[in-house]
T-cell receptor, first 113, second 110 residues
Framework: DAGVIQSPRHEVTEMGQEVTLRCKPISGHDYLFWYRQTMMRGLELLIYFNNNVPIDDSGMPEDRFSAKMPNASFSTLKIQPSEPRDSAVYFC???????????FGQGTRLTVV | EDQVTQSPEALRLQEGESSSLNCSYTVSGLRGLFWYRQDPGKGPEFLFTLYSAGEEKEKERLKATLTKKESFLHITAPKPEDSATYLCAVQTYNFNKFYFGSGTKLNVKP
């Protein structure tokens, strides 16, 4: 398996634009997590899915953020409209079951100017 | 409130100088504690999982231990290639969340 695949690796966008980040989890994994990493706040859990269903989105900072998982092999994190303070590295991770380790993608570095 | 705290924030060692990193946690119900390594520009890479107090895991120069309140990552005779940020995460029974600590940035000088 190629691991967790995220795209794009880098995204530069202007304030107010819509940004969509994509994630393909490891095949067979039924948990998917979206994290945001900044120097100030470290790794923050934004939302996670189990069997494509959002279980906890309490970490989503604002209504400008939304996430979907239409099927077991694809998830998106959307920011609309984007703001400079959204600049961060966004990671997607997947896990095969409760109590097992999560595997991370390489991340998307988002810069909002 | 569930909390994970890592110390120190940064650690500089000479090659061969052994040391330990700490991860203390306060959670309502611990399902597992995980250690990850993160290199610049990359995603966290899984190292160990510990499930119960007294458990130990080893991999090359790294050894992880767990008590009821904290975990230690012991690094024996480190090499420059061990330089990275080491993250610990706890998984709770409540909603199966993964909480990460802020990490320890390790720099091993030759």
């Amino acid at each position: 398996d190629a691991g967790v695949i995220q795209s794009p690796r880098h995204e530069v966008t202007e304030m107010g634009q819509e940004v969509t980040l994509r994630c393909k989890p490891i095949s067979g994994h039924d948990y998917l997590f979206w994290y945001r990493q900044t120097m100030m706040r470290g790794l923050e859990l934004l939302i996670y899915f189990n069997n494509n269903v959002p279980i906890d989105d309490s970490g989503m900072p604002e209504d400008r953020f939304s996430a979907k998982m239409p099927n077991a092999s694809f998830s998106t994190l959307k920011i609309q409209p984007s703001e400079p303070r959204d600049s961060a590295v966004y990671f997607c991770a997947s896990r095969g079951g409760v109590g097992t380790e999560a595997f991370f993608g390489q991340g998307t570095r988002l810069t909002v100017v | 409130e569930d909390q994970v705290t890592q110390s120190p924030e940064a650690l500089r060692l000479q090659e061969g100088e052994s040391s330990s990193l700490n991860c203390s946690y306060t959670v309502s119900g611990l399902r597992g504690l995980f250690w990850y390594r993160q290199d610049p520009g990359k995603g966290p890479e899984f190292l160990f999982t510990l499930y119960s107090a007294g458990e130990e895991k080893e991999k090359e120069r790294l050894k992880a231990t767990l008590t009821k309140k904290e975990s230690f990552l012991h690094i024996t005779a480190p090499k420059p290639e061990d330089s990275a940020t080491y993250l610990c995460a706890v998984q709770t029974y409540n909603f199966n969340k993964f909480y990460f600590g802020s990490g320890t940035k390790l720099n091993v000088k030759p």
